[in-house]
């Protein structure tokens, strides 16, 4: 089985042809970064906060989006709210001690992580309701080029790949008497004798995916015949398009509303 987040259901959302999900994520990432306030923009976090919920993927979601969310958001808050010299001597926020929290600092650090946080949730959810193979099958029925696709859908399993294959070596190394868990001196030796096996089995895992595909004709230029058949009602193809339309209707808010 190929190591991927999706997690199987029956939901609205995974009913959904991925490439639908992809291009709303896309369209949703695109949206955030023009809307210069991040209030309009968390508005956004809600709603995919509800499509989440509808998914019933909310724990695994959520739990992996804020293991990646929370730290950024604390960097930010102590990088922008507190350390940037640009908004030292502005509005003060909040003094605890001797540090203060500047007004137009935490601004800024709530504009870029909700901006963040609409990329990853909106990715990640697509990522756990779209099974590879579907994706797959569906971005190359749109003509997506072969070669894309194949780094489109890598670039979704290459950290679950690279998780599990990290787990069967510290496994193996732990069989032969190596202590991973104990002071952090030894902590570091572990990581350090973790490292070069775990890059040389991605490099030959590269090589015989690359041989794979060479065998079932991945460069072949006739058309292809696919064993999964992915629908796309035309209610999907309107969501793409409301989609794609909002992008330039959003700029064209910005240049009148917030030049």
């Known amino acids: 089985m190929e190591a991927s987040i999706y997690q199987p259901g029956d939901s609205i959302i995974h009913r959904l042809n991925p490439v639908t999900k992809i291009v709303?994520?896309?369209?949703?990432?695109a949206i955030v970064f023009i809307i210069p306030d991040y209030r309009p923009i968390f508005g956004l976090v809600a709603l995919l906060g509800v499509l989440v919920v509808v998914s019933q993927l909310y724990r695994i979601i959520f739990t992996l989006v804020g293991g990646l969310m929370i730290?950024?958001?604390?960097?930010?808050?102590?990088?922008q709210g507190v350390l940037n010299p640009a908004h030292h001597g502005t509005t003060a926020l909040l003094t605890v001690g001797p540090v203060t929290f500047w007004e137009p600092g935490i601004e800024q650090a709530l504009l870029?992580?909700?901006?963040?946080?609409?990329?990853?949730l909106?990715?990640?959810l697509m990522?756990?309701?779209?099974?590879?193979?579907?994706?797959?099958?569906?971005?190359m029925e749109k003509g997506v080029p072969s070669k894309i696709t194949y780094v489109f859908i890598a670039s979704l399993q290459i950290i679950p790949q690279m998780r599990d294959r990290a787990n069967s070596i510290t496994e193996a190394q732990q069989a032969r008497g190596m202590d991973t868990r104990a002071?952090?001196?030894?902590?570091?030796?572990?990581?350090?004798?973790?490292?070069s096996p775990l890059l040389i089995s991605m490099l030959i895992t590269a090589k015989t995916r690359a041989l794979a595909l060479e065998a079932r004709g991945f460069n072949s230029q006739g058309d292809h015949q696919f064993l999964v058949e992915v629908p796309d009602p035309a209610y999907e193809r309107a969501?793409?398009?409301?989609?794609?339309?909002?992008v330039p209707v959003i700029i064209l808010t910005r240049v009148v509303l917030w030049h």
């Open 24 to 29: 709303v994520s896309i369209c949703l990432t």
């Open 71 to 79: 730290p950024f958001g604390t960097f930010l808050l102590i990088i």
């Open 112 to 120: 870029v992580f909700s901006r963040v946080l609409v990329l990853v």
């Open 122 to 124: 909106s990715f990640t």
């Open 127 to 139: 990522a756990t309701t779209s099974p590879t193979r579907e994706m797959r099958v569906a971005l």
């Open 183 to 195: 002071s952090l001196r030894t902590r570091v030796k572990s990581v350090a004798a973790l490292l």
């Open 239 to 246: 969501i793409r398009w409301v989609a794609i339309s909002a």
